[in-house]
């Protein structure tokens, strides 16, 4: 995951003209200065934004803070990618801005103040290896929710030859879940018949970036990937080294071609127009200790409408008209 970072000597010539505190970026964290050369005859902002949250949301975080610093030379961000726990867990506290949660939030954070928006909508897949012994089966075939069901809650299923229904095949499958609180293992948990990430069983891995490398090295694993970690945006391709098993949504016993996905394009469509399930497809939000105002308003209300601009071309999905408007009208 690329990382925009201020030098310290960029610190020291923005000390000089801003008086403000130069610190250096916490692991995992980006800071994206101001595009000096920007001009805009909008009213102008100025300050700092912090952000932490959802690996997920990250990458598009990076992108709206630029191209909002383009517009505010005087706006800089401080973005910490984390997990979706962090995000939330760092909002409660007053430590953030903002918070990027990858999930739905939920009753006891809102009774904590918790006030969020819908900004774009993504989605988990489950990946596997490319070195799978049974890839070529599994595209055919695809794999049912029941069986999700049965290696990721109630661990019946426990080799690869129950998946493609060969008993002569006993490899044992290594499953992998997030053990850091993720918003993807929430969602990836209720589409597999559970209620939360705690019902998932697995071996921990611990972020996103971890658990595709972790699944990419072991041709027995299975694991799951948010949309822009499992697809090179520059190319459109599946990131070398893994399969997207097919969700056998219909359950006929085949991988039909609205269930395959070998390229961003197609599993972006799917989730676009509700054809991929939801979970795993999810909302992407934003979250503030109480309604947003001043700069970190002026943000959000960008992002809700300018900002829908950029998704597309990073991987991610616009809002409906339907959905920006009920986004907007919550900031009221």
């Not at 499953?175 to 293992?185: I, K, P």
Request: with cysteine; aromatic share 8%.
């Amino acid at each position: 995951m690329q990382k925009q970072t201020l030098t310290c000597l960029s610190a020291v010539l923005v000390l000089a003209v801003t008086l403000s505190a130069c610190g250096s970026a916490a692991p995992g964290a980006a800071t994206v200065p101001a595009n000096e050369a920007g001009t805009s005859s909008q009213e102008q902002f100025s300050g700092t934004i912090s952000v932490s949250g959802a690996f997920a949301l990250y990458p598009m975080m990076t992108v709206w803070a630029e191209e909002f610093s383009n517009i505010h030379p005087k706006v800089y961000f401080d973005i910490q990618g984390g997990g979706a726990g962090k995000g939330m867990t760092d909002t409660i506290a007053g430590a953030v801005d903002i918070g990027m949660i990858s999930r739905s939030i939920k009753e006891e954070e809102t009774a904590q103040g918790i006030f969020w928006v819908s900004v774009t909508k993504d989605a988990v897949f489950p990946i596997i290896s490319s070195e799978n012994p049974v890839a070529a089966q599994i595209l055919e075939r695809g794999i049912t929710q029941e069986i999700f069901n049965k290696i990721y809650i109630t661990e019946e299923i426990t080799t690869w030859g129950e998946v493609v229904d060969d008993p002569s095949i006993t490899d044992e499958i290594h499953v992998f879940t997030r053990s850091d609180a993720a918003g993807a293992a929430e969602q990836w948990a209720k589409f597999s018949g559970g209620t939360a990430q705690e019902d998932l069983k697995g071996i921990g891995v611990n972020g996103e970036p971890s658990i595709l490398d972790t699944v990419i090295k072991d041709p027995l694993g299975i694991g799951y990937g948010n949309l822009n970690s499992i697809f090179d945006l520059s190319s459109g391709d599946l990131v070398p080294g893994i399969v997207i098993p097919p969700i056998d949504v219909n359950t006929n016993g085949q991988a039909d071609a609205e269930e395959t996905f070998k390229a961003k394009e197609d599993a972006f469509n799917a989730i676009a127009n509700g054809t991929y399930p939801s979970p795993p497809a999810r909302f992407e939000n934003l979250a503030t200790l109480g309604k947003p105002q001043g700069l970190t308003l002026a943000f959000i209300e960008w992002i809700l409408t300018d900002g829908q601009q950029y998704l597309e071309s990073a991987g991610y999905v616009p809002l409906t008209p339907e959905q920006q408007a009920e986004s907007l009208a919550k900031l009221k």
